[in-house]
């Protein structure tokens, strides 16, 4: 799937980088790159695009707008100073200006043949939009360009005015946005964007300031995993190509992780009782893995990463090979820990149907039978990512993971 990147596309980025400096006045900034086209690739590739590039300012309704993103864009220069609201708003992108963008695309994606090859390519070809495609490819396109549109603006509204996030408290900027020296790395950060992307710009700009957001509070996690596939799960991964699945119940055991609130401590008491139960129920042959998931969650800011810590856990201290352990290192919240997993099992080729085992807590282990997880991503992602969900035990539970969590989701930035 165009959306994961491994060790090799990092490389590639890298190579690119050095040809260009070398060869280009073009700037490349190789977090920046895989951000981009991680979080918000179907923005990024129609500005890489010639012909949709070509396209879009031939559009009466969206080069006007290009020009008006421009002269907002210019202000910040001569205008905003540190103020924030000035800053801020020269990059997101109001309704008024998603309504042009969304009609101009749908008259391009019937008009232009290049277009429509590009957004059908982007979308609708791509296993990352199951749910989209039910849609039609035109809708589809259009709505996911929609959703990386609203992940700019989320990305603006948490780390440059500080709103809260809807997704998790976690989810903060680390600095003060009140403060003046704050203020000041907006205006930098602002005039960072329009350094790098000068000419007239329907995305360029707004996505960069969005990354350089990201990077500036130490949100950038997407970045943070390049090789996750071909070093941090390889053992794993080519274990279960040869696995015999009729010896096992369940598919993996999945622990979510649980951060502790504790500065300086890598993993919380919580999270160490969560591996013993998926320790027992592993040696015990109900599985063939066990996958550990959760990201860099509590307390906010932390340098330790729960999966990451729980894979160390499970090796030295409970002798479990690491060719029976996948890491899901991204998930920031149950409903994404649930979702993820789905992802990760999809991309190694095992087969959903079988259930997932969930060894956790006895309160989590609730919000998952009794609906309440089921309400939260029906809230934040739009569907359940599982089904079937059976409670064994107290702090056991078994479900089911569905296709449709290969759902692509840039409207969480932090936890897409």
């Known amino acids: 799937m165009k959306h994961q990147f491994g060790a090799l596309l990092v490389a590639g980025v890298l190579l690119l980088s050095s040809e260009c400096f070398a060869s280009s006045p073009n700037f490349h900034e190789v977090p920046v790159e895989v951000i981009k086209q991680k979080l918000f690739p179907v923005l990024d590739a129609l500005e890489r695009d010639a012909a949709a590039q070509a396209a879009l300012s031939g559009s009466p309704a969206i080069g006007q ?38 009609d101009g695309l749908g008259k391009l994606y019937r008009q232009s043949p290049g277009v429509k090859s590009l957004g059908d390519h982007l979308v609708c ?40 996030s809807t997704r998790g408290a ?41 990354c350089y957001l990201l990077i500036a509070n130490r949100f950038d996690f997407v970045d943070q995993f390049p090789a996750l596939d071909t070093v941090d799960n390889a053992n794993a991964v080519l274990a279960l190509t040869h696995t ?37 129920r592993y040696l ?47 998930a920031r ?24 085992l969930v060894t956790t807590d006895i309160a989590q282990s609730l919000s998952i039978t009794n609906g309440q997880i089921g309400d939260r991503c029906l809230k934040t992602l739009g569907y359940v990512p599982f089904q079937n969900v059976k409670q064994l035990s107290p702090v056991e539970t078994s479900l089911q993971l569905i296709p449709e969590s290969l759902q692509f989701d840039p409207r969480d930035p932090l936890d897409p």
Not at 68 to 89: E, F, P
Not at 173 to 200: F, H, W
Not at 253 to 263: K, R, T
Request: charged share 20%; net charge neutral; with cysteine.
């Open 333 to 356: 919240r149950t409903t994404t820990n649930l979702r993820n997993v789905a992802r990760l099992l999809v991309r190694y080729r095992v087969s959903l149907d079988k259930p997932v």
């Open 244 to 280: 015999v699945w009729a010896d096992y119940k369940y598919s993996a055991i999945l622990v979510p992780g649980l951060g502790p609130e504790i500065a300086g401590v890598p993993l919380s008491a919580g999270g160490r009782a969560r591996l013993r139960i998926a320790v027992k």
């Open 284 to 330: 015990e042959g109900q599985a063939p893995v066990i996958i550990v998931s959760g990201g860099f969650v509590h307390p906010p800011h932390t340098q330790f990463n729960e999966a990451v810590e729980m894979k160390r856990a499970l090796i030295a201290d409970f002798g479990i090979p690491s060719d029976a352990i996948l890491i899901e290192p991204l």
């Open 65 to 102: 707008l290009i020009k008006q993103r421009a002269t907002a864009t210019n202000r910040v220069a001569t205008r905003c100073d540190i103020d924030a609201n000035c800053l801020n708003s020269s990059f997101r992108f109001a309704p008024a200006d998603r309504a042009v963008i969304l």
């Open 125 to 164: 070809e791509d296993s990352a939009f199951p749910i989209y495609k039910s849609l039609g490819c035109e809708r589809a396109f259009l709505q996911a360009v929609d959703d990386e549109l609203t992940g700019v603006n989320n990305v603006i509204d948490i780390f440059g005015d500080g709103k809260g």
């Open 170 to 210: 976690t989810d903060v900027a680390e600095y003060d946005v009140e403060a003046p020296a704050y203020r000041q790395t907006l205006n930098t950060l602002a005039m960072n964007a329009i350094e790098v992307s000068p000419s007239a710009s329907l995305f360029q700009q707004g996505v960069l300031y969005a």
